[in-house]
């Protein structure tokens, strides 16, 4: 599968974006799909993660209830709305894709396949 993210973009502390990634195939609900990301300096973090048929997922502490996932099978691509955004979550987000669609445990999954990232910068 490949991966295409679009979405990022410069917002002021407080705004909104959403994520989108556009994913090639024809068995793209066979695929779990997540969004990490990657601030200069850190380590890349998971943010959110959705399974095949998008009735589990998975959010990080950190953006619980200012965050959604979601999908569209028929379009091949997954969301990420991303609201009350922080100077902090300044980084390069990415979304991935993993071939164990069926599991519901979707935040701990290997994922194998990457897009190229898009950069979120949050101004304060």
């Known amino acids: 599968v490949q991966l295409q993210a679009s979405g990022g973009g410069l917002v002021q502390a407080g705004g909104s974006l959403r994520l989108s990634c556009a994913a090639s195939g024809r068995t793209f609900s066979s695929y779990a799909m997540a969004w990490f990301r990657q601030a200069p300096g850190k380590e890349r973090a998971i943010v959110a993660a959705i399974n095949g048929n998008g009735r589990s997922t998975y959010y990080a502490d950190f953006v619980k209830g200012r965050f959604t996932i979601s999908r569209d099978n028929a379009k091949n691509t997954v969301y990420l709305q991303m609201n009350s955004l922080k100077p902090e979550e300044t980084a390069v987000y990415y979304c991935?894709?993993?071939?164990?669609?069926?599991?519901?445990?979707?935040?701990?999954?290997?994922?194998?396949?990457w897009g190229q990232g898009t950069q979120v910068t949050v101004s304060s």
């Open positions: 991935a894709a993993s071939v164990w669609g069926d599991y519901d445990d979707v935040g701990r999954l290997e994922y194998d396949y």
